[in-house]
């Protein structure tokens, strides 16, 4: 795991010295404090960070082939790299390392672009082929490690985190307004944007190459892999859909184990996590350390499900418990390790966590992606509860009692718990997918409220710019027998690519890489084609997963509920924490922004006081807004670390 930048001059000139590079590396420090490196030759400039995890001898970055022709700078795991080694070699290769990273290399002089197809893992990198004067691009299928890009002043740049690009000279970080619905209302971006203008992500499947031919400079970028959804009915039986999930899940958590380092896991006392622990104590010959983190609040800490799973399994456990002033205190801190807002207050858990893990192992393996696999969310029950009973509801009930149930619900006639659930039905939403969906379980903001949110000025600017655009373009059309599998490829392609940015980023920030056993492509390959009565089965997602482990887990475990890493957000932001929110969101400083209606906010800020209304994750996403906007726009001294080392230093303890 490593840190990862570069910059291309498109004029075939100088692309920039040792020197210009270094604040790109230091500012990306902590994910690599045990090396660095540089190539720098014109037109090409590529720096490095290195957390060594395989080959801590000569893994050194950057790497290049025999004749220093091609040279690499590479991100992650690749967990097929020894049979890859071995046909290369039959082929005629010669190693002077036993590294993943120079399989790559020689797997590119072999294939070319197509070296990709071969590579089992999680990756992102740059090759910089100097014969051809052209760099090529890549990142992961399931998008597990990042890769940003930007083009300013006749340059190409890439780096692992948006920081490291603000290093550029003349580079000034600017607000991507267009973004702003989508953020408001999702958190996330689900297409190639960032919050910053002029600041891309190479998207998860792609590939991305520069040819300096003195023709056309321009990146251009394909798609090198997609996820077939159609239903497999090949197998025989159920238990021929457990006993091949078993195996691909076991293969998958036995090529994670790959390190020359300290392993563990991330236990959260949940389902996906509690299964890797259980397939990794069978396989490691030694007793396996587990990490957990929790809360004082008891109802919102599965430590004791953590717990309990440790025990069984006969595995070392560790926990660390947050507080608020925990949580608020880092908060700063947390968004500038995101480079964006924080979408959940996970995040900052997911920081403790590996810093406790850090100080045992180097390596996690952690359950993402668990849930978009194998519909382990209520809200893919739901939404076929909904598009199944809705329609008949709508067509057997008057529009007059329609309207009327419609205002109940958002009124405070009835209790909150039973408002809040009914809220989630065909009762309060309509059939439009965007709302049936998004506004149902994502949208903090809804696109149709955010007049009320935005300035006049912002409102108008903005006015007709979808929330949704960027979600909607990975939502497949079909009938509703197939709505299950394309509600999981749409969370694929763009939910669970922000989750994976916070695992990477929170886990990187305390040195720490995270490994996903879920995520491995062949394991999803099969997965999303698995029919839809093996992954739901009455009200019970993850059906064929809690089949697949009875037996090797404690009921508790297999049965229980999800409580999904729950955070004492909605009490900290009601009492211990209020008055600080108020006082970081009525300073004058977000009002002068332009961007927030100062009025709409005291009333919500009013209302969520007085407990007249839950705006807790509204609240969230207006702190981390204002906070993004202090670290990275306004260069608030109070704000940034010492430096990138000191900051690395800092979070590791």
Known sequence: MCGICGVLALSG??????????????????????????????????????????????????????????????????????DIRAELERRGHRYSTKSDTETIVHAYEEYGDDCVQHLRGMFAFAIWDARRKRLFCVRDRLGIKPFYYTI??????????????????GLRAKMNRAALPEFFSLGYLADDQTMFEGIRKLQPGHRLSIT?????????????????????????????????FRELFEESVRLRLMSDVPLGVFLSGGLDSSAIAATMTGMMGERLKTFSVGYAEDKFSELPYAKL??????????????????????????????????????????????????????VVL?????????????????????????????RLTPGALQSLVRGTLGSRALPEPVRRKLRHSFLYYPEAFEKIYFDNFYSVFPQDEQALLFTPRLAAELRGTSAYAGSMAFYRSGDRESLLSRLLYLDIKTYLVELLMKQDQMSMSASIESRVPFLDHKLVEFAARIPARHKVRYLSGKYLLRRAMAGRLPEEILNRNKMGFPTPTKLWLRHQLFERVAALLTDGRLAERGIVNVGYLRDLLDAHRRGLTDATDALWRLVNFELWNRVFLDRDPALQPRSPEEHAAAVVR
């Open 152 to 169: 300013h002043d006749g340059r190409f740049a890439f780096a692992s985190e948006i920081k490291a690009l603000l290093e550029l000279p």
């Open 309 to 362: 799973v440790a025990e069984a399994l006969g595995a070392e456990y560790n926990e660390v418990r947050m507080g608020p002033e925990d949580f608020w205190g880092i908060l700063p801190q947390m968004v500038w390790q995101e480079d964006e807002p924080l979408v959940w207050p996970s995040s900052v858990a997911l920081h403790f966590v590996s810093r406790l893990a850090r100080q045992k192992v180097t």
């Open 212 to 244: 300096l031919d003195g023709r056309d400079e321009a990146p251009q970028i394909e798609q090198y892999w997609d996820l077939d959804i159609t239903p497999d009915e090949s197998l025989p039986s159920e238990e021929a859909y457990v006993g091949r």
């Open 366 to 394: 952690t359950g993402e992606g668990g849930d978009e696999v194998f519909a382990g969310y209520l809200k893919y029950r739901v939404t076929l509860w909904n598009t199944r009973w809705g329609p008949l509801y709508r």
């Open 13 to 82: 000139g100088r692309a920039a010295t040792q020197e210009e590079l270094r604040p790109m590396t230091s500012a990306i420090f902590h994910r690599g404090p045990d090396d660095d490196g540089y190539y720098v030759a014109a037109p090409a400039a590529l720096g490095f960070r290195r957390l060594s995890i395989v080959d801590l001898a000569g893994g050194h970055q950057p790497m290049s082939n025999e004749d220093g022709t091609i040279w690499i700078v590479f991100n992650g795991e690749i967990y097929n790299h020894k």
